[in-house]
């Protein structure tokens, strides 16, 4: 079992940068998949990036892709997500989440462990 706790969220202008941490205890980072969701209100949870534990393969949704970067820190025992670029419509409250389940795992069902989220706003 692993207890996720994020940090880094704030308020930031358009075109500003956030960087996302989640740290974890109980074990290691590196035997999970590492998935970041993100949900605004009236919405439903949604994917915005995994590294797996295998390969440390990365994936993103298409919204993200070149403007938010997924990390590992397996020393740290951290998972970081770099937002940059950030634009309005990426304000939600932003998630950390695991899953023992191998490769690309978006559903938010899939992921077993959950961090209590931290709140990222845009502003225009």
């Known amino acids: 079992q692993v207890q996720l706790v994020e940090s880094g969220g704030g308020v930031v202008q358009t075109g500003g940068s956030l960087r996302l941490s989640c740290a974890a205890s109980?074990?290691?980072?590196?035997?999970?998949?590492m998935g970041w969701f993100r949900q605004a209100p009236g919405k439903d949870r949604e994917f915005v990036a995994l590294?797996?534990?295998?390969?440390?393969?990365?994936y993103y949704v298409d919204s993200v892709k070149g403007r938010f970067f997924i990390s590992r820190d397996d020393a740290e025992n951290i998972v970081a997500l770099q937002m940059n670029n950030l634009a309005p419509e990426d304000t939600a409250v932003y998630y950390c989440?695991?899953?023992?389940?191998?490769?690309?795992?978006?559903?938010?069902?899939?992921?077993?462990?959950w961090g209590q989220g931290t709140q990222v706003t845009v502003s225009s």
């Open positions: 590294i797996t534990w295998s390969g440390g393969n990365t």
């Open positions: 989440a695991a899953t023992d389940l191998v490769g690309e795992v978006r559903i938010p069902g899939e992921y077993a462990y």
């Open positions: 109980g074990r290691t980072v590196s035997t999970y998949g």
